[in-house]
């Protein structure tokens, strides 16, 4: 055997090696057929996330937001799941629950939701269902500090023009001269707040909805090797 024969060999024994330890690492070893979803979070936080926890922070947030039980109650609203024989009239959140796992998968920007028990076609149609309330709670989460806020310059501008309003009507009526300069100066100060409001409410519509920091790398499948 020539030497080169030797090295391409050696490197073929490497690379399956390597693929070997990487599926070893990915999926472990041959189980029970489930349902699985990966997704992938931003390493950095979007520009206008706040507050701004670091990935890990994130993560293990996730976690707990996608097995809450608000987000699985949810997730058993679903049309999909509503045709499940399976699922307990009673109980089911509970049930549910016990079915999902989340692995974090260590440092990575990944993490995975399982779903166990049952056949196949349940399995993907629960999961489905998990991962559409899931990502709309991960939305809402994103954007909550930005909603509230938004909805606190609505009220603030529609007072301020409300306010706006009384004052030119008073300034209309205004009798003396020395009254109608010290209302213009009122209206005139009243204009500044209300424009400074739209202002403010023009910037937030221009930048929208902050994207949420995490979006599916795989769909829900089924696999048959184990997580």
């Known amino acids: 055997m020539t030497r080169t024969t030797v090295g391409l ?19 472990g070893g041959v189980g029970k057929p489930k349902a699985v979803v990966v997704y992938h979070v931003a390493s950095e936080p979007g520009l206008f996330s706040t507050p701004r926890p670091s990935l890990s922070e994130y993560k293990r947030a996730q976690a707990v937001l996608v097995t809450q039980p608000i987000t699985l109650e949810a997730a058993l609203r679903d049309p999909a799941v509503q045709g499940l024989s399976t699922v307990p009239a009673d109980g089911a959140v509970e049930w549910l629950t016990g079915r999902l796992k989340v692995d974090l998968r260590g440092n990575s920007e990944f993490f995975a939701v399982m779903l166990d028990g049952g056949e196949p076609e349940e399995q993907l149609a629960l999961l489905g269902a998990v991962d ?27 007072a301020a023009h409300a306010a706006l309003q009384a004052l030119r009507g008073r300034l209309g009526a205004a009798d003396s001269q020395a009254d109608r300069e010290t209302l213009a100066r009122e209206v005139e100060k009243q204009e500044g707040i209300v424009a400074l409001l739209a202002g403010h409410l023009e910037a937030m519509r221009i930048e ?14 089924i696999v048959r090797w184990g997580y």
């Open 132 to 158: 559409r309330a899931y990502r709309a709670a991960s939305f809402e989460q994103a954007n909550a500090r930005r909603w509230g806020r938004r909805a606190t310059l609505e009220r603030e501008h529609a």
């Open 9 to 27: 060999a050696a490197g073929v024994v490497l690379l399956g090696a390597g693929l070997a330890a990487g599926l070893a690492y990915s999926v």
């Open 208 to 221: 929208g909805d902050a994207p949420s920091r995490v979006t599916v790398f795989e769909e829900p499948r």
